[in-house]
């Protein structure tokens, strides 16, 4: 996934009107609270997040000044009463990630 999202990102998947299609819908998505709930300021994310059975999913292009990022999280809990916690945890790995970037 971390893969397929950096050949996007760098233009490798599809041609340069397409790709900024596809950015252009991974922006301000109809589920906002996951990873880019939790990224700082100054931080442009492109995302797709999945909820599927029990798996909650978010995959993310972090852009800001100093470079470009992939963050992937991927969860699994035994049912969807956990979301709300799963929630938080992948808003925890994204602050951590994003506080190690330069």
């Known amino acids: 996934m971390a893969h397929i999202l950096a050949e996007l990102?760098?233009?490798r998947l599809l041609d340069q009107e397409h790709t900024e299609q596809l950015l252009s819908y991974m922006q301000?998505?109809?589920?906002e609270?996951?990873?880019?709930?939790?990224?700082?300021?100054?931080?442009?994310v492109f995302h797709k997040y999945g909820l599927l059975d029990n798996e909650l999913h978010d995959a993310a292009v972090l852009s800001m000044s100093s470079g470009s990022y992939?963050?992937?999280?991927?969860?699994?809990?035994?049912?969807?009463?956990?979301?709300?916690?799963?929630?938080?945890?992948i808003q925890e790995i994204t602050k951590a990630v994003t506080a190690a970037l330069p």
Do not use: C, H, M, Q
């Open 9 to 11: 990102f760098e233009g």
């Open 28 to 31: 301000d998505t109809n589920y």
């Open 33 to 44: 609270n996951l990873i880019p709930a939790a990224v700082p300021d100054g931080v442009t």
């Open 70 to 89: 992939v963050l992937v999280v991927l969860t699994k809990g035994a049912d969807l009463s956990d979301i709300p916690e799963r929630t938080v945890v």
